[in-house]
């Protein structure tokens, strides 16, 4: 950029380097010298002045200080010092150099108290970089001038002073290109302009031609259509200025009308009340709207406490029952567990499991039949296997009942069906025609196969029952075992077992006893005298036969039935239709084709009734 060229709208940003508030103090080489001269020409005669030779010029930098003749040099060196002393040197020397720094710029045509800009504040340094700005906003008076006064602030302690106020002349400036490989000297000043960094205070450094390609200048002819459209826009502004000015004179001189302005505020007026007037019918819509929902509101509250009292009430009923369930509850529960306890007795009775005297520890037997611990020689005999799969199947059937009765569904179902019992996984990805695996074994490998996963199925099946009481299993492995100790568990307690309930087989002599109403009430009242009675223990064989006065009952109405009412009618029941061996007078009635069966016991129709 050519010197003439450079203005402040040019100017993007300044650094400061080197900063100093020592003053120089001294005298410059070339003048020390000249003052010689000037003595040496009053003081010597005329031949010696044409003796002296000129000297070399030094520059105005170096000011350096006149050397005494005995001065002593001293040692700047912090070898020898102590901690203590190096830090505050130090500290010293940073608060003699360093401080807070900010600039601002001043114009000759404005107020030397109103900046066109202020930097912001530098914080402890001696160089700074402040940020780039940008003056367009001040302007073209501003932007257009060439020169500039900078005045630099510092803060040192406490207080703010002026530390540098300096007049700059943008066509003055010495292009440096960038601010490395400089010696800057004290408060040096560097401006960045659009192409490059300058400086007053340092030479001048020729820039590099930029390699573009050279572009056509304008014409004579161009400039002068531009110079004469220049001319041509001043002229039209002068005379919008004078035009603006002939009327301005007019309003002045011409009276004021008020009609006008009395009819613009009328119809302002009138469109503003046309839109407070539509305002209020919206408020009233809209107080409308809430009153319909605060009623809607009330209504529905009223609605939700009325339901709340009567939840209240259900409340207070619930739980003036509360108790009283609880106590059902309790008891219900009781009572299931007593009757698990006693069915698993009577499983364990109708499947006993006894250890082998002969056999290995944990050998266990079921219905006198022994069953390896998934252990067994798959090439034994046939009746070995016969053996093993009657008392797989017994296991089977016992595992079958037992999910019914503890009430806890199998993963593994199974079909129970003697010795040709199988299981099916319905949890493996195996295809639908190969899910059931036989708890018997059959010739061949595969076969094998499934018979050994099947008696693994059989095996999680017992994990499970045993999981479900809370039984730990060591060895899914020992069948029987882990089944005895399922049915001990779930058999054992501390309370009289409960007895069954009324009925079983007893109940088949309903069809055959029907309509007889002195034998109904005789056998009633038989039962309930047995039931009063308390009977004997589940499970003995007295349970099982019928006393001696509801024999003689039932022989009695046998005998009415049969014709022979009166006489000795149990000894002659007694004596079979051959005349050998006695037959009992009780039969069942399975024989006769008309009787009508029936299976609704006394214990049944209790049954039902508690569940209705």
């Known amino acids: 950029m050519l010197s003439q060229n450079r203005r402040l709208r040019h ?74 002393t190096r830090h505050k040197q130090l500290e010293y020397t940073v608060e003699s150099r360093a401080a807070d720094v900010f600039f601002s710029l001043h114009c000759d045509g ?40 900078i005045r630099l602030w510092a803060k040192r302690r406490t207080s703010w002073g002026l530390l540098l106020t300096q007049d700059i002349d943008f066509r003055s400036l010495h292009y440096i290109g960038s601010m490395r490989n400089h010696h800057f000297p004290p408060n040096c000043l560097i401006f ?46 002068a005379t919008r200025e004078t035009l603006a000015a002939q009327i301005n004179s007019l309003l002045e001189s011409t009276p004021h009308d008020a009609v006008p302005h009395a009819q613009e505020s009328a119809h302002l007026a009138s469109t503003y009340l046309a839109t407070q007037k539509r305002s209020l019918r919206a408020a009233q819509t809209r107080r409308d709207d809430l009153k319909a929902s605060i009623q809607a509101r009330k209504e529905a509250i009223k609605e939700g406490r009325s339901a709340q009292s ?67 020689d798959p090439a034994s005999s046939s009746s070995i296997e016969d053996s093993l799969s009657a008392a797989l199947g017994y296991v089977a059937q016992l595992t079958h009942a037992l999910q019914f009765y503890l009430c806890v569904p199998l993963s593994y179902p199974i079909t129970p069906f003697g010795s040709r019992s199988s299981i099916r996984d319905n949890i493996s990805l195996l295809p639908e025609t190969q899910r059931d695996f036989p708890l018997f074994p059959r010739g061949g490998a595969n076969a094998q196969y499934r018979f050994d996963y099947g008696w693994f199925l059989l095996n999680k099946d017992i994990e499970a029952l045993c999981v479900s009481a809370g039984l730990k299993i060591v060895d899914i492995r020992h069948t029987l075992p882990n089944l005895k100790y399922l049915l001990y ?59 001696g006065k509801q024999r003689d009952t039932l022989n009695r109405a046998l005998g009415r039935e049969n014709g022979n009412g009166s006489g000795d009618h149990s000894r002659q029941s007694s004596i079979g239709p051959l005349g050998g061996r006695p037959q009992s007078p009780i039969r069942l009635p399975f024989d006769d084709g008309d009787v009508k069966l029936s299976l609704r016991t006394k214990g049944l129709r209790e049954g039902v009734g508690a569940h209705i």
């Open 110 to 149: 404005h107020d030397d108290e109103d900046p066109i800009y202020i930097s912001e504040v530098g914080q402890r340094s001696m160089n700074f970089n402040f940020r780039f700005f940008d003056l367009s906003s001040a302007g073209p008076s501003v932007t257009r001038l060439s020169e500039v006064n």
């Open 310 to 376: 009567r939840a209240e009430d259900h409340v207070e009923h619930a739980q003036s029952k509360l108790p009283a369930s609880q106590a059902l509850i309790s008891v219900t529960r009781e009572s299931i567990h007593g009757q698990r306890r006693r069915i698993c007795e009577d499983l364990a009775h109708i499947f006993p499991i006894t250890p082998v005297p002969s056999g290995a520890p944990l050998s266990f037997s079921i219905c006198n039949i022994p069953l390896p611990n998934s252990d067994y």
């Open 192 to 237: 960045h302009l659009e192409d490059g960094m300058y400086s007053l205070d340092l030479a001048s450094k020729r820039p590099e031609p930029k390699q573009t390609t050279p572009l056509p200048t304008s014409s004579y002819n161009a400039l002068m259509k531009l110079s004469n459209l220049n001319n041509s826009i001043q002229d039209a502004l």
């Open 11 to 84: 100017l993007h940003g300044i650094y400061l380097r080197n900063l100093s508030f020592t003053k120089p103090q001294g005298r410059a080489a070339d003048d020390l010298d000249a003052d010689l001269l000037s003595s040496t020409f009053t003081t010597k005669p005329p031949d010696a002045q044409h003796q002296h030779q000129l000297h070399h010029a030094r520059s105005s930098e170096s000011l350096n200080l006149r050397p005494r003749a005995n001065a002593r040099r001293r040692s700047t060196t912090l070898a020898n010092t102590t901690p203590v």
């Open 489 to 547: 568990v779930c058999s054992a307690g501390t309370d009289e077992v409960p007895e069954r309930k009324r009925g079983g087989i007893r109940g088949l002599w309903a069809g055959r006893l029907k309509g007889r109403v002195g034998m109904g009430s005789s056998l009633a009242s038989t039962d309930d005298g047995a039931s009063s009675a308390g009977g004997s223990r589940r499970g003995s064989m007295d349970s099982e036969i019928l006393s």
